[in-house]
């Protein structure tokens, strides 16, 4: 099997999508042959798609949960063997981490996952919009319901002067290299934001040592380098959907760090903060439900006999401590007669 026999199913359901997508937004008055409505389509794309990972996202969050509630063990494996750089102390440390993991069911790499599920229908965007012009020729055969007709048209619309198929490298057209660049600085910006909100705000001091923290340190500055290199690559149509892509996923982070930030994390002492300044009970049922579940977590690592982060107390909102009233006196206080 070929791979353009692998990718056709991802190319078909991109291109129904897409033409889905420009039906209804020429039906409410759009043009049909602009560019902003063949753009419109693709974001509708990305809405589509990042919809349907959001029960895929749920569980990212949980499993970045669990990863920092085994800290504890963790620095103990990473102290251990702190100053050996010997190949036998370096295989014991990884196969002592990797038993961790498999022993708490963790995966370091689960926050990858979304990204993976995405990426065959990012390449098969890449292979629709890199093949209407052969389309429109009827050099390629149509996918899905994009007939000649309609990729002539999607491949022949523009934004701001540059046609969504166009590509910066090779392209003589200062429109096209200048919408490919002012792209490529979007998307390195909402990934870096996205990244360095995680880190300075959702996560606790104990997350921030270790490999796995300074690799993502790392990809915080090296992700810009990537987009950069790769970016000059791929149609415009195609950077549209990863600059969208993107921003879809700083806000929902965003969303998620004030609603539902992670335990001992900054962003969770600044919510807690902003319910007690309004006056409202600092657990709300989102909260209450995350922290049940995070609680349950643990319970299910200290059964395994691993030493897991501390967990969130349930503070107290004014109402409930004036129910409780003032603390018992001690006997032969000052304040009663004998």
């Not at 409410?28 to 029960?55: C, F």
């Not at 994009?146 to 969504?164: D, N, V």
């Not at 919408?179 to 909100?197: E, G, P, W």
Request: aromatic letters at 8%; charged letters at 20%; proline letters at 7%.
């Amino acid at each position: 099997m070929s791979l353009s026999d692998l990718m056709y199913p991802f190319e078909w359901i991109v291109a129904w999508i897409m033409y889905l997508w420009h039906g209804a937004l020429t039906a409410v008055g759009m043009p049909e042959a602009s560019g902003w409505t063949w753009t419109l389509s693709i974001v509708g794309l990305v809405i589509v798609m990042r919809a349907a990972l959001i029960p895929l996202f749920v569980k990212q969050i949980h499993a970045s949960r669990k990863m920092q509630l085994i800290q504890p063990e963790m620095q103990k494996i990473q102290k251990k063997y702190k100053g050996k750089t010997d190949p036998e102390s370096r295989q014991k440390m990884t196969e002592e981490t990797m038993a961790l993991y498999k022993d708490t069911g963790t995966n370091p790499f689960s926050s990858c996952l979304p990204i993976l599920v995405q990426m065959p229908f990012f390449f098969g965007l890449f292979r629709v919009l890199n093949g209407l012009d052969e389309m429109a020729d009827g050099v390629n055969e149509p996918i899905g319901p994009l007939s000649r007709e309609l990729a002539a048209q999607a491949e022949s619309s523009t934004i701001f002067g540059a046609r969504l198929s166009d590509i910066f490298w090779g392209a003589d057209d200062l429109n096209v290299q200048i919408v490919t660049v002012v792209l490529i600085v979007l998307m390195s910006a909402t990934t870096f934001i996205t990244q360095h909100q995680l880190m300075r705000k959702n996560m606790p001091a104990a997350a921030l040592e270790g490999p796995i923290a300074q690799q993502q340190k790392i990809m915080l500055y090296l992700f810009p380098i990537i987009f950069a290199v790769t970016g000059v690559n791929f149609p415009i149509g195609v950077l549209i959907y990863w600059f969208t892509t993107n921003l879809w996923t700083m806000l929902q982070q965003f969303y998620v760090i004030r609603r539902m930030p992670a335990p001992g994390s900054a962003a969770e002492k600044a919510m807690q903060q902003r319910r007690r300044a309004a006056g409202k009970p600092v657990d709300t049922p989102e909260e209450t439900r995350e922290r049940a579940h995070d609680e349950e977590m643990a319970e299910e690592l200290r059964a395994k006999g691993v030493a897991v982060s501390g967990q969130r107390t349930q503070p107290k909102s004014k109402k409930r401590a004036k129910k409780a009233g003032p603390p018992p006196k001690k006997p032969g206080g000052s304040g009663g007669s004998q």
